[in-house]
């Protein structure tokens, strides 16, 4: 199962998820990753997982 966000070619620090997720939303990728990584590291948030998540299921980029 692919989800219809492609990884961003740009915007790519590590897989280009964030980067890929900023880019569909409009949202600044700086901004995005800061909050990804304070969400990453609450309790309650696996974020790692979830991105590890996203890298799979998101398409190459174009």
Same mark, same amino acid.
């Given at each position: $199962? @692919?989800?219809?966000?492609? #990884? %961003? @070619?740009?915007? #790519? =620090?590590?897989?280009? =998820? !964030?980067?890929? +997720? %900023?880019? @569909?939303?409009?949202?600044? *990728? /700086? +901004?995005? #990753? =800061?909050?990804? /990584?304070? +969400?990453? &590291?609450?309790? /309650?948030? *696996?974020? &790692? !997982?979830?991105? /590890? !998540? +996203?890298?799979?299921? $998101?398409?190459? *980029? !174009?």
């Amino acid at each position: $199962m @692919k989800i219809h966000i492609h #990884r %961003s @070619k740009e915007h #790519r =620090v590590i897989a280009g =998820v !964030i980067g890929g +997720l %900023s880019e @569909k939303y409009d949202w600044d *990728p /700086l +901004l995005a #990753r =800061v909050i990804f /990584l304070l +969400l990453a &590291f609450t309790p /309650l948030f *696996p974020g &790692f !997982i979830a991105y /590890l !998540i +996203l890298w799979i299921l $998101m398409e190459d *980029p !174009i």
